[in-house]
């Protein structure tokens, strides 16, 4: 096999072990074993959690004692077995711990697929801007495919969901031990003190107003990334409640209607470099706060009927609201940070969104929608994506009126060239 076929399996076999539970995880929790609301909101805590300890210390790890590949291999056939253990959990705190655990061995990978992948073609002398891209999408089409395959076997409700996630983990980290090795780089010094090598020295950017304003509306606006992974397959779903929606398509497909959103962000991502040239990253990373506006406020007013067209809207429309944030955010830090600590400032900011913004948005979500939204086990769903949209408004609104930075296009040009 060629290299670049050999990295192209590893990325979609990386997403497929996410895909095929993170979207239904909703139906298994509330439809199959009835659970409460809040307490599902801290399933999605951990991801925060795991994006906050992991990445770091794992990067120490690759880059000071043990190759790369190998370390990918063996959190993957970790992670598995915990995913293993999951059909067998019978309460709700036990479920909690073991995904934890899943999560704080999956997390870290997802940075480390990254890194092995560079430095194979770094090693096999490819352009990594050029050959990279092509292969990363197939990490998005991975996904996609185990939403369908869980769908289409009819497991997006029940425990077998974690069996696919969990065998693909165990062979994808057994197929890890046979890429290139990948050996420590050492590019941390032996000088370096401890907050250097976790990356925590970034944290002196929170001295200046504009970036720690730029890290506090990325932690509300992460709050909201995973909002519609954690819920929109329950919504569609539970439509199937209602007699004259209970075998609609959106329903019965509720898990191959939700992987529009991924595979909108396929597309997207394509349209980024000309939002940027076009508007700057400020306005891009606008385009992004009021699309999540919309995404919700689609769904609050979306149906199986003639609202239909609102529901495939809502998951076209993700794929804006997802990339225009994650991918001007990370410009941002790359066109306005000191190269000595960039990339500890691209972990602090993906901390920030994906860590702390996760674990708040996870935690309170479960316990608003429980205490404001269900009555006798029923979620009005209307009025939970009205609040989730005035919540990404004023985020937007406030963005716009606090945050100061102009426009200059060489700036983008020189990153993305």
């Not at 705190?93 to 073609?121: D, H, K, Q």
């Not at 990594?128 to 497991?155: D, H, Q, Y």
């Not at 992974?229 to 409640?241: I, P, Q, R, T």
């Amino acid at each position: 096999m060629s290299i670049k076929f050999r990295l192209t399996l590893m990325s979609f076999l990386q997403f497929f072990v996410w895909g095929a539970w993170l979207i239904t995880v909703g139906n298994y929790w509330f439809a199959t074993k009835q659970w409460s609301g809040e307490q599902f909101g801290a399933i999605f805590s951990t991801l925060g959690i795991s994006s906050i300890v992991m990445p770091a210390i794992t990067g120490i790890i690759a880059d000071k004692f043990i190759n790369a590949e190998k370390l990918y291999g063996i959190l993957h056939i970790l992670g598995g077995i915990a995913l293993l253990y999951i059909p067998q959990v019978d309460n709700p705190t036990t479920f909690y711990w073991v995904i934890f655990a899943a999560m704080l061995c999956y997390m870290p990978t997802i940075s480390l697929s990254n890194s092995v992948a560079y430095t194979i073609l770094k090693n096999n002398d490819f352009d990594v801007v050029k050959v990279f891209p092509p292969i990363r999408v197939w990490g998005t089409i991975g996904f996609i495919a185990a939403m369908w395959l869980t769908n289409l076997s009819g497991n997006k409700a029940s425990a077998n969901m974690f069996y696919i996630s969990a065998i693909s983990a165990v062979l994808l980290g057994i197929y890890s031990f046979t890429l290139p090795k990948c050996p420590p780089q050492k590019l941390i010094s032996e000088n370096a003190t401890l907050a250097q090598k976790l990356g925590l020295d970034a944290f002196k950017l929170f001295g200046t107003y504009k970036m720690a304003l730029f890290f506090l509306f990325s932690m509300f606006l992460g709050a909201a990334l995973q909002l519609t992974n954690m819920y929109g397959d329950v919504f569609l779903s539970e439509f199937g409640k209602m007699p004259e929606y209970a075998n609609s398509i959106i329903v019965k497909k509720s898990t191959l209607i939700m992987s529009i959103s991924q595979i909108s962000e396929t597309v997207f991502i394509l349209a980024i470099p000309f939002f940027l040239k076009r508007f700057g990253i400020k306005q891009v990373m606008l385009i992004s706060m009021f699309a999540w506006v919309l995404r919700f406020g689609l769904f609050a007013y979306g149906n199986p009927a003639d609202g239909l067209w609102m529901i495939i809207m809502s998951c076209i429309v993700y794929g804006m609201a997802f990339d225009f944030f994650n991918i001007s955010g990370s410009l941002f830090v790359e066109t306005t940070t000191d190269s000595k600590i960039r990339s500890s400032a691209q972990g602090l900011f993906m901390m920030m969104s994906n860590g702390f913004g996760a674990f708040f948005g996870g935690l309170v979500s479960g316990y608003v929608i429980d205490e404001f939204f269900t009555n006798q086990g029923t979620r009005d769903w209307h009025n939970i994506w009205l609040a989730f949209a005035g919540y990404a408004l004023v985020i937007a609104i406030a963005f716009a009126v606090m945050f100061k930075h102009k426009h200059d296009p060489n700036a983008v040009a020189n990153v993305s060239h």
